[in-house]
């Protein structure tokens, strides 16, 4: 069943292979390209030009951040200040800058794949790597209050959501099969389209309720469900080709439940009827949950490659537990008790530990280096729990920007080592000699 769904043209977007297991004497004779070499070996692959470029924004976005919430609690004498809520500068830059990066590398490498068309040529990725991370890059300095400059980010990357997504529907157009799971992922790009455009409107003098929408969009309409959508296809499928006995599932009804459901969530929100949450946040968690136990992780804890998509995405339903927990409250009382904490269960919990446990799968395999999670990546997504924890923690009364701050440099503490050797892997051709 697994054949039939995936077939082998997952394995060249989160390989496979369990048998080609290289030695760690070949991996060490890896060498970094010579500056002459550079650009073909970053343009040689859609997912090793913008996943360099994701990992360069993990630590950016979250340094920054860091930063700020210091001259919040502690003043940084005249560290300049955004044009725009500090909050919501965070907020977008991390939503439709530093995640995207990772998706865009990672859906310019699978749609072909998905959809049986031949691998995109470089023409088609580079531009959407430039715009995206240039503008992400111009809009970060521009938060040193350069509003002009800000403005100019948000532009250059929606240019590359138009030519991305431009690019990812021609494929699907060309093919003859109708995958539901490239569908889902070229709509969420759809919204996304339409939060940057939202913000570019409140940018240049709109209402607020354009950035509020924005906002909302980049996480129920753009991230969630992207991340959703391939967790529903690649985890199952990776379990099926590991896991002895293991029962592949993979619903087609629950991709169109959740995203009517998400859909509903952000239109309540952004119209401010948080009263009545519960009525898709209760359904939500129990869809995440049955997907959590349908896809069985008690059959997926080795290799932990696998054991770690099953323990990040776990932080799904939870997340939803905890919205709707603090929905059911709101309702009753008028009391929002549990502050930002479900969101960032859901963004530094499932997608922070999510980013981490498939970018490390795709790095590993497309560099012809063994699928093993390894000590740089275990250190990783093991400080990141900790970290979500301690950014639930904030929520819960005290000193809140301490709180926030330690977070923050905690984010960074984690991901340093594992964006370091990633970097290090993107800069040096594969070690099995292959293109790619």
């Known amino acids: 069943m697994a054949a039939a769904q995936g077939g082998t043209h997952h394995g060249g977007s989160f390989p496979l292979g369990l048998a080609r297991v290289m030695s760690e004497s070949s991996t060490a004779k890896a060498k970094p390209a010579t500056f002459a070499e550079l650009p ?3 343009t040689s692959a859609p997912h090793r030009l913008l996943f360099l470029a994701g990992s360069v924004a993990v630590l950016l976005s979250m340094a920054w951040w860091a930063l700020e919430l210091t001259w919040m609690r502690f003043g940084l004498g005249s560290w300049p200040q955004p044009s725009i809520p500090p909050g919501w ?17 990672f859906l310019l490498t699978v749609f072909p794949r998905w959809l049986h068309r031949r691998a995109l040529p470089r023409a088609c990725y580079v531009p959407v790597a430039g715009c995206v991370f240039g503008g992400y890059v111009l809009a970060n300095v521009g938060l040193l209050d350069l509003p002009w400059l800000l403005k100019l980010g948000f532009v250059v990357m929606l240019a590359g959501y138009l030519i991305g997504g431009w690019t990812l529907a021609t494929v699907l157009r060309a093919s003859e099969d109708r995958d539901d799971h490239a569908r889902s992922c070229l709509l969420a790009l759809g919204f996304g389209t339409l939060g940057l455009l939202a913000f570019l409107v409140y940018l240049f003098g709109g209402p607020v309720a354009c950035a509020m929408l924005a906002i909302r969009l980049g996480t129920f309409g753009l991230l969630l469900p992207i991340f959703f959508t391939v967790t529903h296809r690649m985890l199952p499928f990776f379990s099926g080709n590991v896991a002895k006995d293991y029962v592949v599932v993979r619903p087609r ?3 169109t439940l959740v995203w009517v459901l998400l859909l509903t969530h952000a239109l309540l929100d952004w119209r401010g009827a948080l009263g009545w ?9 129990l869809v995440f949950g049955w997907h ?11 290799p932990g490659l696998l054991a770690v998509l099953h323990l990040a995405f776990a932080w799904l339903p939870l997340a939803f537990v905890l919205f709707a927990v603090q929905d059911v409250i709101y309702a009753i009382n008028g009391q929002q008790l549990l502050g930002r904490a479900p969101l960032h269960a859901l963004a530094i919990g499932y997608f922070g530990s999510m980013l981490v446990a498939m970018v490390t799968r795709v790095t590993q395999g497309h560099s012809g280096r063994p699928l093993q999670m390894g000590a740089v990546a275990w250190l990783c997504f093991g400080l990141l729990q900790i970290v979500v924890l301690l950014r639930i923690r904030a929520e819960l009364g005290g000193d809140v920007y301490w709180w926030l701050a330690i977070a923050a440099y905690g984010w960074l503490l984690a991901f340093l080592p594992w964006v370091l050797r990633s970097v290090w892997i993107y800069l040096t051709p594969r070690v099995d000699g292959k293109p790619g």
């Not at 500068?89 to 590398?105: K, R, T, V, W």
């Not at 519960?278 to 968690?285: G, T």
């Not at 959590?292 to 080795?302: D, I, S």
């Open 292 to 302: 959590a136990l349908a896809w069985q992780p008690w059959k997926a804890r080795r």
């Open 40 to 42: 073909a070996l970053l």
């Open 89 to 105: 500068a965070h907020a977008m830059l991390i939503q439709y800058g530093m995640f995207p990066l990772f998706m865009f590398g």
């Open 253 to 255: 009804w629950s991709l």
């Open 277 to 285: 949450l519960w009525l898709v946040d209760i359904p939500l968690a």
